[in-house]
Protein backbone atom coordinates (compact mmCIF):
# COMPACT_ATOMS: atom_id res chain seq x y z
CA UNK A 1 0.00 0.00 0.00
CA UNK A 2 1.09 3.53 -0.94
CA UNK A 3 1.61 5.95 1.45
CA UNK A 4 -0.57 8.24 -0.23
CA UNK A 5 -3.79 6.17 0.27
CA UNK A 6 -3.23 5.19 3.90
CA UNK A 7 -4.98 8.66 4.81
CA UNK A 8 -7.80 8.40 2.02
CA UNK A 9 -8.35 4.53 4.02
CA UNK A 10 -8.26 6.21 7.38
CA UNK A 11 -10.74 8.47 6.07
CA UNK A 12 -13.14 5.69 4.49
CA UNK A 13 -12.77 3.73 7.68
CA UNK A 14 -14.10 6.64 9.45
CA UNK A 15 -16.48 7.69 7.35
CA UNK A 16 -18.01 4.26 7.56
CA UNK A 17 -17.34 3.35 11.59
CA UNK A 18 -19.31 6.77 12.01
CA UNK A 19 -22.25 5.79 10.16
CA UNK A 20 -22.33 2.34 11.77
CA UNK A 21 -22.16 4.29 15.15
CA UNK A 22 -24.75 6.56 14.58
CA UNK A 23 -26.87 4.06 12.98
CA UNK A 24 -26.33 2.06 16.45
CA UNK A 25 -26.17 4.57 18.78
CA UNK A 26 -30.27 6.09 16.74
CA UNK A 27 -31.21 2.98 17.36
CA UNK A 28 -30.21 2.13 21.52
CA UNK A 29 -31.49 5.61 22.01
CA UNK A 30 -35.28 4.81 20.44
CA UNK A 31 -34.78 1.83 22.09
CA UNK A 32 -34.39 3.34 25.80
CA UNK A 33 -36.69 6.40 25.24
CA UNK A 34 -39.96 4.80 23.67
CA UNK A 35 -42.76 3.39 25.86
CA UNK A 36 -43.00 -0.66 26.08
CA UNK A 37 -46.62 -1.27 27.18
CA UNK A 38 -47.34 -4.07 25.23
CA UNK A 39 -51.08 -5.86 25.40
CA UNK A 40 -53.17 -8.20 23.21
CA UNK A 41 -54.41 -5.54 20.91
CA UNK A 42 -50.76 -4.82 20.37
CA UNK A 43 -49.38 -7.72 19.79
CA UNK A 44 -52.02 -9.08 17.25
CA UNK A 45 -51.22 -9.26 13.69
CA UNK A 46 -52.61 -6.09 11.43
CA UNK A 47 -54.02 -6.74 8.04
CA UNK A 48 -55.47 -3.45 6.23
CA UNK A 49 -57.15 -2.31 9.36
CA UNK A 50 -59.40 -5.72 9.77
CA UNK A 51 -59.88 -8.02 12.41
CA UNK A 52 -57.77 -11.13 11.97
CA UNK A 53 -59.98 -14.04 11.81
CA UNK A 54 -58.77 -17.58 12.23
CA UNK A 55 -54.97 -19.02 12.28
CA UNK A 56 -52.59 -17.21 9.64
CA UNK A 57 -51.65 -20.53 8.26
CA UNK A 58 -54.07 -21.17 5.35
CA UNK A 59 -52.85 -21.79 1.75
CA UNK A 60 -52.84 -18.71 -0.09
CA UNK A 61 -53.57 -19.16 -4.02
CA UNK A 62 -50.09 -18.87 -5.38
CA UNK A 63 -51.46 -16.57 -8.62
CA UNK A 64 -51.70 -13.45 -6.05
CA UNK A 65 -47.93 -13.94 -5.95
CA UNK A 66 -47.36 -14.52 -9.82
CA UNK A 67 -49.51 -11.48 -10.47
CA UNK A 68 -47.46 -9.47 -7.76
CA UNK A 69 -44.53 -10.59 -9.49
CA UNK A 70 -45.71 -9.71 -12.91
CA UNK A 71 -46.50 -6.19 -11.56
CA UNK A 72 -43.42 -5.39 -10.42
CA UNK A 73 -41.48 -6.20 -13.73
CA UNK A 74 -43.67 -3.84 -15.44
CA UNK A 75 -43.23 -1.20 -12.54
CA UNK A 76 -39.50 -1.58 -13.14
CA UNK A 77 -40.27 -1.06 -17.00
CA UNK A 78 -41.48 2.33 -15.88
CA UNK A 79 -38.37 2.98 -14.05
CA UNK A 80 -36.11 2.46 -16.91
CA UNK A 81 -38.17 4.47 -19.18
CA UNK A 82 -37.95 7.73 -17.82
CA UNK A 83 -33.84 7.82 -17.77
CA UNK A 84 -34.05 6.61 -21.49
CA UNK A 85 -36.56 9.42 -22.42
CA UNK A 86 -34.20 11.99 -20.64
CA UNK A 87 -31.49 10.98 -22.59
CA UNK A 88 -33.39 10.22 -25.24
CA UNK A 89 -34.40 13.91 -25.45
CA UNK A 90 -31.09 15.54 -25.24
CA UNK A 91 -30.63 17.96 -28.21
CA UNK A 92 -26.89 17.92 -27.76
CA UNK A 93 -26.30 14.37 -28.38
CA UNK A 94 -28.47 14.12 -31.03
CA UNK A 95 -26.65 17.58 -33.06
CA UNK A 96 -23.05 16.26 -32.29
CA UNK A 97 -24.09 12.69 -33.56
CA UNK A 98 -26.66 14.08 -36.69
CA UNK A 99 -29.43 12.28 -35.14
CA UNK A 100 -27.73 9.06 -35.26
CA UNK A 101 -28.55 8.61 -31.29
CA UNK A 102 -32.01 9.69 -31.75
CA UNK A 103 -32.69 6.46 -34.01
CA UNK A 104 -30.14 4.31 -31.56
CA UNK A 105 -31.98 5.19 -28.89
CA UNK A 106 -34.99 4.55 -29.64
CA UNK A 107 -34.46 0.97 -31.36
CA UNK A 108 -32.58 0.31 -27.90
CA UNK A 109 -35.81 1.14 -26.48
CA UNK A 110 -37.74 -1.03 -29.17
CA UNK A 111 -36.04 -3.72 -28.51
CA UNK A 112 -36.24 -3.58 -24.48
CA UNK A 113 -39.89 -3.13 -24.74
CA UNK A 114 -40.26 -6.14 -27.05
CA UNK A 115 -38.36 -8.42 -24.75
CA UNK A 116 -41.09 -7.34 -22.08
CA UNK A 117 -43.55 -7.52 -24.19
CA UNK A 118 -42.54 -11.37 -24.85
CA UNK A 119 -42.22 -11.77 -21.17
CA UNK A 120 -46.11 -10.81 -20.95
CA UNK A 121 -47.26 -13.36 -23.66
CA UNK A 122 -45.07 -16.10 -22.18
CA UNK A 123 -46.45 -15.44 -18.67
CA UNK A 124 -50.28 -14.98 -20.60
CA UNK A 125 -49.96 -18.17 -22.64
CA UNK A 126 -48.65 -19.96 -19.26
CA UNK A 127 -51.64 -18.87 -17.71
CA UNK A 128 -50.00 -17.17 -14.69
CA UNK A 129 -52.68 -13.91 -15.74
CA UNK A 130 -55.53 -15.93 -15.72
CA UNK A 131 -57.89 -15.95 -12.42
CA UNK A 132 -60.48 -18.97 -13.02
CA UNK A 133 -58.62 -21.98 -10.80
CA UNK A 134 -57.34 -24.90 -13.46
CA UNK A 135 -58.48 -27.85 -12.15
CA UNK A 136 -56.45 -30.40 -11.51
CA UNK A 137 -55.28 -33.60 -13.63
CA UNK A 138 -56.55 -36.41 -11.82
CA UNK A 139 -54.74 -39.96 -12.61
CA UNK A 140 -56.44 -43.37 -11.87
CA UNK A 141 -53.91 -45.21 -9.92
CA UNK A 142 -54.23 -49.02 -8.98
CA UNK A 143 -54.13 -49.39 -5.30
CA UNK A 144 -54.17 -53.04 -3.49
CA UNK A 145 -56.64 -51.02 -0.52
CA UNK A 146 -60.27 -51.54 -1.82
CA UNK A 147 -61.86 -47.82 -1.83
CA UNK A 148 -64.70 -48.78 0.55
CA UNK A 149 -61.76 -48.91 3.34
CA UNK A 150 -61.01 -45.35 1.96
CA UNK A 151 -64.77 -44.42 2.42
CA UNK A 152 -64.90 -45.86 5.98
CA UNK A 153 -61.96 -43.91 7.02
CA UNK A 154 -63.15 -40.97 5.56
CA UNK A 155 -66.74 -41.46 7.53
CA UNK A 156 -64.79 -42.31 10.80
CA UNK A 157 -62.87 -39.12 10.53
CA UNK A 158 -65.20 -36.63 9.39
CA UNK A 159 -65.94 -34.58 12.47
CA UNK A 160 -62.41 -35.30 13.88
CA UNK A 161 -60.75 -31.53 13.98
CA UNK A 162 -56.99 -31.25 12.79
CA UNK A 163 -54.90 -28.97 14.51
CA UNK A 164 -52.64 -27.10 12.13
CA UNK A 165 -49.23 -25.44 13.63
Known amino acids: MSGESTPLFFQIL ?18 L ?11 MSYESGETP ?9 LRFYVLALVFI ?27 AWGWFAFVEML ?5 LVLGLAYAWKMGHLDWIKSSPDIKDVES ?5 LYADLNEKYKHHKVNMP
Open 53 to 61: QGNAWIQFN
Open 144 to 148: PVPNS
Open 111 to 115: IFIFI
Open 33 to 43: IRPNRPNKQKL
Open 14 to 31: LFFSSGVLFVASALLVSR
Open 73 to 99: LFEVEVVFLFPWSVVFANKELIAETDG
